[in-house]
């Protein structure tokens, strides 16, 4: 006669269940105290800027919060002051990352291949993106002024200007200038996430893809980028966050002129708060600013690891 009761487990596998819960309430005790950091680090100081996003709390009120609903992000709405540093933020996020990219991709290829010197060079390399933000933008600077620059100065011996160029005072050339100055500064740190990835790519690959008659041209689109997109992804998300939100080397360069040419948002929010002492509607255009950044990166991510997808299913085929 047959029992209806479930068969005992083995021993072994309820000693494998037991350390597994062990494990996860370990894994746990180890967590809790990173998110708690994140919490305090990150949580408190987004909630407290939505709650003040809807006071008004600035000279007008003595500094007392006053509760006005929606009024700062209607407000934000009619600011054309805001628009147009959405705007400026948007095209030096653009360029500056497009340039960046494509000369930290031929930076990378360089220095991914074996020559005399090769750890000098890389060292070298790095350097620009090791130094200060604020002491590059304080060079670029110098090499930008109408009077006594570099740049004027060459552009002169060679005969093609015949006066000096006032690149930080025409609101075209300054856009130019900046980011001229950040794509210097930052190029490295694309090229040496993309050499990463390079060299983590078998040699044999391309040797296989070689014996099959294949040039480099073709080994460089069907072998290294589809097996690149993984560092390509991580480095653009990261210089996208990091250019949208520059600040430093705008405030130190131009100061957001000529006219609001060059004032990104984070020099909008700034002067918004510490020099107005409008904290309401500067923490209205954080939380908004906040959400388009999360919201762009979002989909750039998407975007990218749908090529990457498609880049993996082809090369699959």
Known sequence: MTSNSAPARPPVTHKIDVIVQRDRQIGWMLTI?????????????????????????NLGT??????????????????????????NSVVFTTLSIIIEFLLGLGIALVL?????????????????????????????????????????????????IDS????????????????????WKTT??????????????????????????????????QITLPLLLPQVVIALVFRFAQAFGIFDLIAVMTGGGPGGATEMVSLYIYSTVMRYLDFGYGSALVVVTFLLLVLAVAIAAYLLSRVRGSAQATDAR
């Not at 105290?33 to 006071?55: D, E, N, T």
């Not at 007392?64 to 700062?72: A, E, R, T, V, Y």
């Not at 291949?113 to 060079?139: D, H």
């Open 62 to 87: 003595e500094l007392q919060p006053q509760f006005s609903g929606i009024q700062n992000y209607i407000r934000m709405a009619q600011d054309g002051r805001f628009w147009q540093s959405l705007w």
């Open 112 to 160: 991914n291949q074996a020559f005399r010197g090769r750890n000098i060079v890389r060292t070298i390399a790095i350097l620009p993106w090791a130094l200060p933000t604020a002491l590059i933008a304080l060079a670029w600077t110098w090499i930008f002024n109408d009077q006594f620059g570099v740049v004027n100065d060459l552009l002169l011996r060679l005969r093609i």
């Open 164 to 183: 000096g160029i006032n690149w930080l005072g025409n609101p075209t050339l300054a856009m130019v200038a900046v980011i001229i100055a950040d794509v």
């Open 33 to 57: 105290p990173a998110l708690l950091l994140l919490i305090a680090v990150f949580a408190y100081p987004i909630g407290l800027a939505v709650w003040q996003s809807f006071i008004t709390k």
């Open 188 to 221: 490295p740190f694309i090229s040496i996430l993309l050499l990463a990835g390079l060299q983590s790519i078998p040699d044999d690959l391309y040797e296989a893809h070689r014996i099959d008659g294949a040039n480099a041209w073709q080994s460089f689109w």
